[in-house]
């Protein structure tokens, strides 16, 4: 019987503690969510149009394919999708795990190994970049406009979130997409409860001299600030 109360009790702190956990974690979230970084209001010129894009979980940078600056097609071809569509304009780029990307199409298809290995970063990441021909502003979409400067920084910041080969160049992953227009490439990090898909798209924000959040795992944490 002792033996019983004693796990029991056990059991019942560990209880109370994981639920204490969850409630802070909860309560940070939303309260560091909700705090800015950086103004809308500055001099820079507005020269380049860039966007964030959300399916209601995931936030992607959206960029052009090619300007002054940066041209991605030196290194990401269209030639690299399904569709092999050559008059896509933009690129989405969303960093996130790596199971949850390549083994998890769906939320049914979830394992409970791929969700414990991502929470507690214990697995690997991958980019999902994804070609669209023009994109519509919404609520899922918002488009701004920033300085060269700061586009450079953006393009500093994606492109440092690849993990490259040997060679230096960008590693696509097999023939995995989600649909004809995407592909998927090796990335960097890994993805945990206090850095998910939506950290890595407030950081490129915060890169680039953009509205952000003080920090975020969500997306709505991002959106908050475009609304």
């Known amino acids: 019987m002792k033996h019983f109360k004693k796990a029991f009790k056990l059991l019942l702190k560990t209880l109370i503690g994981f639920v204490a956990f969850l409630l802070i974690y909860v309560l940070l979230v939303f309260i560091f969510s909700i705090i ?17 894009l959300t399916n209601g979980v995931h936030t992607d940078i959206v960029v ?4 002054d600056i940066k041209d991605w097609s030196r290194e990401i071809s269209y030639l690299h999708t399904k569709k092999k569509d050559s008059t896509m304009s933009h690129l989405a780029f969303g960093w996130g795990d790596r199971g949850f990307y390549l083994d998890t ?3 049914a298809d979830l394992k409970v190994s791929t969700a414990l290995k991502a929470t507690t970063g214990l697995s690997s990441s991958a980019m999902h970049v994804t070609f669209y021909k023009s994109l519509r502003e919404d609520e899922s979409c918002k488009k701004m406009k920033i300085s060269a400067e700061n586009y450079k920084k953006l393009m500093q ?4 979130s690849f993990l490259l080969d040997k060679q230096s160049k960008i590693q696509r992953i097999g ?24 950290s890595w798209a407030n950081g490129a924000l915060k890169a680039a001299n953009q509205k952000a959040a003080l920090w975020t795992v969500l997306d709505k944490g991002i959106f908050w600030h475009y609304e």
Not at 36 to 52: F, Q, R, T
Not at 64 to 67: A, H, Q, S, T
Not at 157 to 160: F, G, P, T, V
């Open 64 to 67: 052009p394919i090619k300007n």
């Open 175 to 198: 023939n995995h997409s989600y649909g004809v227009s995407d592909v998927f490439y090796e990335a960097k990090g890994s993805y945990n409860l206090f850095y998910t898909c939506n």
């Open 157 to 160: 910041y994606i492109s440092a």
């Open 36 to 52: 800015p970084i950086n103004s809308a209001d500055n001099n820079d010129s507005k020269e380049i149009e860039i966007y964030i």
């Open 105 to 107: 199409p769906t939320w």
